[in-house]
């Protein structure tokens, strides 16, 4: 499909044009073609000004530091050893939570998704839980797992599990009907019914909630360093702000925007290629 | 009802006796005794609700939660085409031919039959609805079926495929020689298709109709009306000419 823009043509192009064909193009009205790397031009653009700003002494240098001197204390902090410390930290936090977040979720969904006994068991308790704020549970969980690792992953764990167990469950008790009746006329055992259809069929909504269960975990971090914690990402903008150290808040947040931004685009991309039958469904 | 001369020779596939079906209260199967030979064409016609899907999905022993009594014995192997061509999104076209079985080979073949060589990697979603249908009828097929069964299999499709469907479809049966019981309400698919018309009414069969034409039949063939006629009477239409 090519651009056909009326609006800057001549009038007199217009008016030979008319004459040979006179079929005149519909106004397009679908946005069209994507722009190359077009994600990335709006934060670049951001970066722009921010630095122009800063660079013209617009910018207070307390409050908000020049993207340059950000870049400059990160690479002090990494070079000292404290910020690989505590970036390690904090992975190893959300990658554990996230682990048991995940391998939870998908086990309660399966189990509560195929059978029944599963479903009156398991499905209102997990509503339940789901309806308590996570965030809520935190000093519940200090006095009962005191305040050092243990509890920390186990709140991402829970922030995590539940999305994961909602989407994966609504998904797997959302199986179409007419595949039910397709696998009992093809003679499909149980087991090969479970594999070979609602689990094939189940895994959209599997990776509705991984996103939003890795989205999940990132916040989850974030609120559990900013208050209970003597190490990690969140510990260190903490302190930082004892010593108004702006740059190194800034610091901070850029690398749980970095971390969000990978961990998303990985399972997109292993969304992707697992259910690459979707694609040419889009194309 | 009309003698079936093969029938006395052939073994009997499907034998129905006194069979009923009701739906909360209103009785859709009342009584109905039937037998299909083995290998023989048979269409079943009816209105909209007369019971010619229940009739079908009893056979197919899908009904699982509808009251009923009465005998059924089917064959063994029984294969069912549905309306619509249910592939299974996330498998390639080959899979699911195969779904149910084994037998790469035997796919592969069941494809090639039906006009689908060469698109055995194929996503269903990259299908038309005809080619999706044809692999519904190749995914049947690969079972050997002793009873075919086929819930209106080209109620979807447009006019042109229906009739390739038709052609297709009485080319696979001289081959392979299942029975087949064949849903649909369309007196003229039923005419030019099968060997014997059944007009389901009030729960039983109301009309058997042998249709003694040579194959393959025309739409405009003269002889053909007659029995058009007399199905659509049976089915309480009278044609304006």
Redesign the interface.
């Known amino acids: 499909m090519s651009a056909v823009s009326t609006t800057t043509v001549s009038a007199d192009a217009v008016a030979v044009e008319d004459t040979v064909h006179r079929v005149r193009r519909r106004r397009r009205l679908s946005p069209g073609r994507r722009l190359p790397a077009a994600r990335l031009i709006g934060p670049a653009l951001f970066i722009g000004l921010w630095a122009i700003a800063s660079a013209a002494g617009q910018l207070d240098p307390g409050a908000i530091p020049a993207p340059w001197t950000v870049a400059r204390t990160a690479g002090r902090l990494w070079t000292d050893g404290t910020l690989p410390t505590d970036v390690l930290t904090s992975l190893e936090r959300a990658a554990y939570g996230f682990a048991i977040g995940l391998t939870a979720g998908v086990l309660l969904a399966l189990a509560s998704g195929l059978s029944r006994v599963g479903e009156a068991l398991i499905d209102g308790t997990v509503q339940l839980n789901r309806a308590i704020p996570t965030l809520g549970l935190i000093p519940l969980f200090i006095l009962w797992l005191g305040i050092g690792e243990t509890f920390k992953v186990a709140i991402i764990a829970i922030v995590v599990y539940i999305p994961i167990y909602l989407n994966t469950h609504a998904a797997l008790s959302g199986i179409d009907s007419r595949y039910v009746e397709l696998a009992e006329v093809q003679g499909l055992s149980r087991i090969q019914f479970v594999r070979q259809i609602v689990i094939p069929g189940a895994l959209p909504g599997f990776f509705v909630g991984l996103r939003l269960g890795v989205t999940g975990s990132w916040l989850g971090l974030v609120v559990l360093e900013q208050i209970n914690a003597t190490s990690g990402l969140g510990y260190m903008m903490f302190q930082a702000t004892n010593y108004g150290q702006s740059d190194v808040i800034l610091v901070g947040l850029l690398i749980y925007g970095v971390f969000g931004l990978i961990s998303d685009s990985a399972v997109r991309l292993i969304e992707r290629r697992v259910l690459s039958w979707r694609r040419t469904l889009s194309n | 009802m009309a003698p079936h001369t093969e029938q006395l020779t052939r073994p009997t596939a499907v034998r129905l006796r006194g069979l009923t079906r009701s739906f909360e209260g209103r009785t859709v199967l009342d009584g109905l005794d039937l037998d299909i030979p083995a290998g023989q064409f048979v269409a079943l016609l009816g209105h909209s609700g007369s019971g010619k899907s229940t009739l079908l999905r009893a056979v ?3 009904d699982h939660e509808v009251a009923g009594s009465g005998r059924l014995t089917a064959p063994e192997r ?3 085409v ?1 309306q ?1 061509s ?1 592939l ?4 390639r076209v080959l899979d699911n031919v195969l ?3 084994g037998g790469e080979e035997r796919g592969r073949a069941a494809l090639a039959e039906v006009g689908l060589a060469g698109r055995e990697r194929a ?1 269903p ?2 299908l038309s609805g005809g080619e999706a249908q044809r692999a519904a009828l190749a ?1 049947s097929l690969v ?1 050997e079926p002793e009873l075919l069964l086929a819930d209106e299999p080209f109620g979807a499709l447009d006019a042109l495929t229906r009739i390739k469907m038709h052609a297709l479809l009485r080319e696979l049966w001289e081959r392979h020689r299942p029975s087949v019981l064949l849903v649909t309400h369309d007196v003229d698919e039923a005419i030019v298709l099968a060997d014997r018309v059944l007009v389901l009414d009030a729960g039983r069969v109301g009309l058997d109709l042998a249709i003694d034409r040579p194959h393959p039949r025309s739409y405009r063939d003269p002889l053909l009306s007659e029995y058009r006629e007399r199905l659509l009477a049976a089915l309480g239409v009278t044609e304006v000419h």
């Not at chain 2, 299974?88 to 498998?91: D, K």
């Open positions: 197919a022993g899908l029984v294969s069912v549905f619509d249910r299974l999104p996330w498998r779904l149910g079985t996503w979603g990259e995914r079972r």
